[in-house]
């Protein structure tokens, strides 16, 4: 119905159709069986065309969490999981790498601490997903910001800009650089410790 009302402009995503004929109806198939039905009743929809946003020195950062399985640090108990934080200025595109084993609220704010440390400051907005340590419920503008992480925020003086529900375009660039992180090499090689894999990050950028 709101295809038909809408005539030529793109209807709502094929991804709000499947989750409200799940809550609404309890249906159980798959989201690509909500998008097969879509688009052989109604075709692609029109690409929605997209303004370029460039933001001024020091107005915002983005950020987010990438992850590397079978990385050998030097553990007794062999491979193990580490997890890439990466930050990026939105104005230049600088980006700052901060590896940790956690992604609890001690190591989310211990990695900002190195992220802007490399980055030469603190810029005045940081945007995120809506992960716990960032955001205690509810999503995007109308999110509740972590206790600890606006704390955090307050004393460092930033302010805090969670990303909508399902919008990952809303933070791309930093998407893009955590994109190019997971494909590196790091999986199955040796390093010493998690140092040392800071270290081979860290030469990387530089070159």
């Not at 992180?181 to 199955?188: H, P």
């Amino acid at each position: 119905a709101q295809a038909e009302a809408l005539g030529d402009e793109r209807p709502p995503s094929v991804q709000l159709l499947h989750d409200y004929l799940r809550e609404e109806y309890g249906y159980p198939g798959s989201y690509k069986s909500v998008r097969k039905f879509a688009r052989a009743r109604y075709g692609r929809p029109p690409v929605r065309p997209f303004r370029r946003v460039e933001t001024p020195p020091g107005a915002q950062t983005q950020s987010d969490w990438g992850e590397s399985r079978g990385v050998e640090l030097g553990d007794p108990d062999g491979p193990t999981t580490a997890f890439a934080f990466v930050m990026v200025l939105s104005h230049c595109r600088k980006e700052a790498v901060v590896w940790s084993r956690s992604t609890d609220q001690l190591a989310w704010h211990h990695v900002h601490n190195e992220a802007y440390r490399r980055l030469g400051g603190v810029a005045a907005v940081n945007r995120i997903d809506n992960l716990k340590t960032g955001v205690a419920r509810g999503c995007g503008p109308w999110g509740v910001v972590n206790q600890q992480y606006r704390a955090y925020a307050r004393t460092l003086g930033f302010h805090v800009d969670a990303c909508e529900a399902r919008c990952p375009e809303q933070k791309g660039k930093a998407e893009r650089r955590v994109g190019v992180w997971k494909r590196l090499a790091v999986a199955g090689r040796a390093f010493r410790g998690l140092a040392g894999l800071q270290d081979g990050t860290g030469a990387l950028l530089e070159g």
